[in-house]
């Protein structure tokens, strides 16, 4: 129990820094740029989505948080936070690189997901636009969380929400790590050794966990051979870490949401499949 709480404190402030770099930047662009600037910002959104799936590959789940306050305050696109989501690695390329698993296996990996992301993210922004009058500014974000920041500087501004959003992950990841370590890791692996259809939904839901324990699970059973490697994309294109978790406390829409919860869900289950009818 002691190392779950550990575990927890550890992963939270992990995140931290990109919190504050993220309302730092949300700061800066509320208090420097004028509304036609703005209106350029939002523009040129379109490529989006090829510097979402990229950043995301990076091994920290730091950027898939970055992404989802950037997303609430329409910063960037629904289509560039989900292929930051598909992409993001988490724990798996540590874990990888130090089994020492064949360069050439980890490259098909990761390309793999991060075309993902790009090509999912594209197509959700062909079909899903905001448009610009419903920007989210920084001052709603302040209202959203009762503070008087507005008043503050960008810097004792941005750490106040930092703050804010730190507590809430700390307190979430406290409460997962418990969840897990009640349930076990054993029997969340054991799930996904039966071998047919459903280990892919159940590999998708393991990813959903705004926890590292997804991947770290996904990761090493895949390198033990018991699960195949389409089960374990499934698992790892939904493992966005607590950027989930955070886009839930961030953004008030609530069908906006549960539709990109379902996207990465879905497109985890169903390229999964694919892969191994493939291979």
Excluded: W
């Excluded at 598909?86 to 990761?110: A, C, G, Q």
């Excluded at 610009?132 to 209202?143: A, P, S, V």
């Excluded at 997804?214 to 699960?227: D, Q, R």
Aim: overall charge negative; glycine content about 8%; charged content about 15%.
């Amino acid at each position: 129990m002691e190392e779950c709480l550990l575990d927890g404190l550890i992963d939270t402030l992990k995140i931290l820094p990109y919190l504050l770099i993220t309302f730092l930047l949300l700061e800066f662009i509320e208090h420097k740029f004028s509304k036609k600037n703005k209106e350029i910002l939002s523009k040129n959104k379109k490529y989006g989505p090829v510097l979402g799936g990229l950043l995301g590959a990076l091994p920290q789940c730091g950027f898939s948080s970055m992404a989802a306050n950037l997303f609430s305050a329409r910063v960037i696109t629904m289509g560039t936070l989900i292929a930051v989501f598909l992409s993001t690695s988490d724990e798996m390329l540590p874990i990888m690189i130090s089994e020492k698993v064949d360069i050439l296996v980890l490259i098909k990996i990761l390309g793999f997901k991060v075309i993902a992301g790009i090509i999912i993210g594209f197509i959700v922004d062909l079909f899903y636009r905001r448009k610009l009058e419903e920007h989210e500014d920084i001052k709603e974000i302040c209202e959203h969380d009762h503070c008087s920041c507005n008043h503050d500087g960008i810097f004792i501004s941005s750490i106040k929400h930092t703050l804010k959003i730190g507590l809430f992950i700390l307190i979430a990841n406290l409460l997962i790590n418990v969840i897990i370590f009640e349930v076990g890791e054993d029997n969340l692996s054991n799930l996904l050794l039966n071998g047919n259809i459903v280990t892919y939904f159940l590999s998708s839901l393991v990813g959903l966990i705004p926890n590292c324990a997804g991947s770290v699970i996904i990761t090493e059973l895949y390198l033990s051979n018991m699960i195949s490697v389409g089960t374990m994309l499934a698992g790892l294109l939904t493992g966005s870490g607590i950027g989930i978790l955070l886009l839930f406390r961030s953004n008030k829409n609530l069908k906006e949401n549960l539709l990109i919860l379902s996207i990465i869900y879905f497109v985890g289950v169903i390229l999964g499949i694919i892969v191994d009818l493939i291979i």
